[in-house]
């Protein structure tokens, strides 16, 4: 636009306010994204379940052991552990586990679990071994067991025949604990 013809206009530069001399001012910091409060408690919670689920595992191994181990810590309880598995569950793999590795004679035990087996087939009754107070005895080269076992017949709940057998069993003590090496009938 032009002045108006016959108006003076003045060739002195217009004077600048002080804010307009200044350099212009930053711009604000952009916004921060908002906070991502939802991430962080899931990462606690997610971290406080992994730690749970460690324990779990971690208790449930101690457990397993403790249940699965066999307590060989005094003679008597070796003999007991090993008189109900092979006798009573017939379980072989654990009745091994109360037995020593080498030159273990328990023949004699075989045999009489043998002869119940037998007598249970012909005869057509369930055999049940029971034993009495394990009474522990030092030798020289561990310790004797020795206990009374009950072998009685039975057909249809009643009790056909019952009969009393001395036993003893020589136990030794190894790096894991007590183990069964023999076992004879009582003359």
């Known amino acids: 636009m032009q002045p108006p013809a016959g108006s003076q206009v ?22 921060q994204p908002p906070r991502r409060r939802m991430r962080t408690v899931l990462t606690v919670v997610a971290g406080v379940l992994a730690l749970l689920c460690l324990g779990g595992v ?3 191994y101690v457990w397993y052991t ?3 181990t066999p307590d ?3 003679p008597d309880v070796v003999v007991d552990n090993y008189l109900r598995a092979f006798l009573v569950d017939r379980n072989d793999v654990r009745a091994d586990l109360f037995t020593c590795e080498r030159q ?6 075989r045999d009489l679990r043998a002869e119940i087996e037998q007598r249970e087939s012909k005869f057509g009754v ?12 030092p030798s020289s080269e561990g310790e004797s067991v020795g206990t009374t076992l009950t072998i009685s017949g039975s057909a249809e709940g009643v009790v056909r025949s019952s009969r009393r057998e001395d036993w003893t069993f020589s136990v030794v003590e ?5 183990r069964i090496c023999g076992g004879t009938q009582a003359s």
């Open 58 to 60: 971690a208790t449930a």
């Open 174 to 178: 190894g790096d894991d604990g007590w």
């Open 66 to 68: 403790r249940a699965s």
């Open 10 to 31: 003045s060739r002195v530069p217009a004077q600048r306010t002080p804010s307009e001399q200044l350099p212009p001012a930053p711009a604000p910091p952009a916004p």
């Open 126 to 137: 369930a055999v049940r071994v029971s034993w009495g107070q394990l009474t522990r005895t």
């Open 72 to 74: 060989r810590s005094t």
């Open 104 to 109: 273990a004679d328990l023949q004699a035990v």
